[in-house]
């Protein structure tokens, strides 16, 4: 069966590969096809400031404008993959096989950020390349020692180097 689009007037066959299932009327699909809907929805997001103040991904670049939007994205990403651990590794393993690219810049970003700062969580990715502790496992004395160490090599390589 063909359906046709009220919106875009363009046909397409009646299946929810092309239109968005709508259970409160007789044929079960919505009326727009799926495009036509994601651009209402999408036109919608931009008029009310939707997307301005719910949608931004944490680490993203126009949150800064609305630190408040930024946190609080923050800890319900938190509590969801608390809540939901095994769901987040699924859909942080397939995120990373579709965007390889993507995910290796990000992973050179905060390593480099990990470098420079010397964070707590690169020090726990340094002692766990040594493998036989677990991430949470890693005490806090470990991760200033590590620190120290980093620290002293760098010195070392200075000293020697310059
Ligand atoms: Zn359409």
Redesign the pocket.
Known sequence: MIKK?T??K?SYPATTEYFHKEPRVKSGLAA??K??ARKRVSEWAHRTGYYKHYRRPPGSRKYRKCPEARRRAIESAKKYKKENPQKVALYNKRYAAKNKALVRKINERSKAKGRRELGDSYMRSLILGRGGIKWGDIPQELIELKRVQIQLHRKIKEARDG
């Open positions: 689009c919106k875009c363009k727009r096809c495009n036509c």
